[in-house]
């Protein structure tokens, strides 16, 4: 593993997460250190810091997560501190029963470093009276206010567009998929370009995964946002459109493994695999119709396509010959299966 892997992100925060984290510390600083006199405010910049998160709801688990951790780290820390003084030792005392109290509480990780990590800034500060510990969970709570209230007033980030994004790259994909398999049938393929094929749509399985992990991110982004109801419908109808698309992977990866396993240069001649390839046109068709018809606030747009369904045409079949009958049959089963959920709506023809 790369050392730069470790520590650099796949790609940059949005820059106006930077800027509203610069400007909720910077308020926070402020306003708690005109509120409450005393030592510079630490814990009120560092909560509104680490309260902007990319999400509102992510920012409200935060800013509780941070205040419970002070107010306990706080406590242990003057409880120690009013019973053993100052002493160097005593810092690594109140790091182990930090650790422990979280430990025995079972609270979030996060939690347990925040109260080990405030027990280390109330001792290393100096004071440990109770007027100071009050002060400090006062300037902790008014940090995770500042940092929530930056966060609704500079536009909630709504993550549906990336998420509709990626299921489009799964449908055109799939489109895609079922034409080169179209192709493959209606002319002779090397070995290693039936291999190609296999290997290609094998990368439907990732994309599929990646676009839901993009919908339960934009899922989490609505969550306590203001702006959630413009975008809730638009996200549960590219969450089913998914959902539809799911099977017709599954059915698409096993007609190419059928053709992977069995190919014969004979299949291009057979009248049969002519008539089923026209159906994986038409059915790559359907699933761009699909796409069309979700409903979109983003600016991607999916492959134009016509809008009538295509996927409608009774197929007529010859018997194969006896080289090709295991590749026909499979391939005309899992075809019936695409066929017979278009049919039922719950696939790739969408709305009716």
Same mark, same amino acid.
């Given at each position: 593993?790369?050392?730069?892997?470790?520590?650099?992100?796949?790609?940059?925060?949005?820059?106006?997460?930077?800027?509203?984290?610069?400007?909720?510390?910077?308020?926070?600083?402020?306003?708690?250190?005109?509120?409450?006199?005393?030592?510079?405010?630490?814990?009120?910049?560092?909560?509104?810091?680490?309260?902007?998160?990319?999400?509102?709801?992510?920012?409200?688990?935060?800013?509780?997560?941070?205040?419970?951790?002070?107010?306990?780290?706080?406590?242990?820390?003057?409880?120690?501190?009013?019973?053993?003084?100052?002493?160097?030792?005593?810092?690594?005392?109140?790091?182990?029963?930090?650790?422990?109290?979280?430990?025995?509480?079972?609270?979030?990780?996060?939690?347990?470093?925040?109260?080990?990590?405030?027990?280390?800034?109330?001792?290393?500060?100096?004071?440990?009276?109770?007027?100071?510990?009050?002060?400090?969970?006062?300037?902790?709570?008014?940090?995770?206010?500042?940092?929530?209230?930056?966060?609704?007033?500079?536009?909630?980030?709504?993550?549906?567009?990336?998420?509709?994004?990626?299921?489009?790259?799964?449908?055109?994909?799939?489109?895609?998929?079922?034409?080169?398999?179209?192709?493959?049938?209606?002319?002779?393929?090397?070995?290693?370009?039936?291999?190609?094929?296999?290997?290609?749509?094998?990368?439907?399985?990732?994309?599929? %995964?990646? &676009? !839901?992990?993009?919908?339960?991110? +934009?899922? #989490?982004?609505?969550?306590?946002?203001? $702006? @959630?109801? =413009?975008?809730?419908?638009?996200?549960?109808?590219?969450?089913?459109?998914?959902?539809?698309?799911?099977?017709?992977?599954?059915?698409?990866?096993?007609?190419?493994?059928?053709?992977?396993?069995?190919?014969?240069?004979?299949?291009?001649?057979?009248?049969?695999?002519? %008539?089923? &390839? !026209?159906?994986?046109?038409?059915? +790559?068709? #359907?699933?761009?119709?699909?796409?069309? $018809? @979700?409903? =979109?606030?983003?600016?991607?747009?999916?492959?134009?396509?016509?809008?009538?369904?295509?996927?409608?045409?009774?197929?007529?079949?010859?018997?194969?010959?006896?080289?090709?009958?295991?590749?026909?049959?499979?391939?005309?089963?899992?075809?019936?299966?695409?066929?017979?959920?278009?049919?039922?709506?719950?696939?790739?023809?969408?709305?009716?």
């Amino acid at each position: 593993m790369r050392l730069t892997s470790a520590i650099r992100a796949p790609r940059r925060a949005p820059l106006l997460q930077v800027a509203k984290s610069a400007i909720a510390t910077v308020a926070a600083w402020l306003i708690a250190g005109w509120l409450i006199q005393g030592p510079p405010p630490v814990f009120a910049a560092i909560a509104a810091l680490l309260v902007v998160q990319p999400s509102l709801n992510q920012s409200f688990a935060k800013a509780i997560e941070r205040s419970v951790g002070v107010i306990v780290g706080v406590a242990i820390a003057s409880g120690l501190g009013m019973v053993f003084g100052d002493a160097t030792w005593v810092v690594l005392v109140a790091i182990i029963v930090a650790l422990v109290v979280a430990w025995t509480a079972r609270v979030t990780a996060g939690t347990a470093n925040q109260v080990a990590i405030s027990a280390v800034l109330v001792l290393a500060l100096g004071a440990t009276t109770p007027d100071y510990a009050v002060d400090r969970i006062l300037e902790t709570i008014i940090g995770a206010i500042i940092g929530m209230v930056v966060h609704i007033v500079m536009v909630p980030p709504v993550a549906v567009t990336p998420a509709h994004e990626a299921v489009d790259r799964v449908g055109e994909e799939l489109a895609r998929s079922l034409e080169r398999l179209a192709d493959a049938l209606t002319a002779q393929q090397t070995r290693p370009q039936i291999e190609e094929l296999m290997l290609t749509v094998r990368l439907l399985r990732p994309m599929v %995964a990646d &676009a !839901d992990e993009a919908i339960a991110t +934009a899922r #989490d982004s609505l969550s306590l946002n203001p $702006r @959630a109801r =413009r975008y809730r419908r638009e996200l549960d109808e590219i969450e089913q459109l998914l959902a539809r698309f799911g099977p017709v992977v599954t059915q698409t990866i096993g007609m190419t493994r059928a053709v992977y396993d069995h190919y014969d240069a004979s299949l291009a001649t057979e009248p049969a695999v002519l %008539a089923i &390839a !026209d159906q994986l046109r038409r059915a +790559a068709h #359907d699933i761009r119709l699909d796409l069309r $018809r @979700a409903p =979109r606030s983003g600016d991607a747009q999916p492959t134009a396509t016509t809008t009538i369904p295509a996927l409608t045409a009774p197929l007529q079949l010859t018997a194969p010959s006896a080289t090709n009958w295991i590749v026909v049959g499979s391939l005309m089963e899992d075809l019936r299966r695409i066929h017979d959920q278009a049919q039922r709506g719950e696939s790739v023809t969408g709305r009716r």
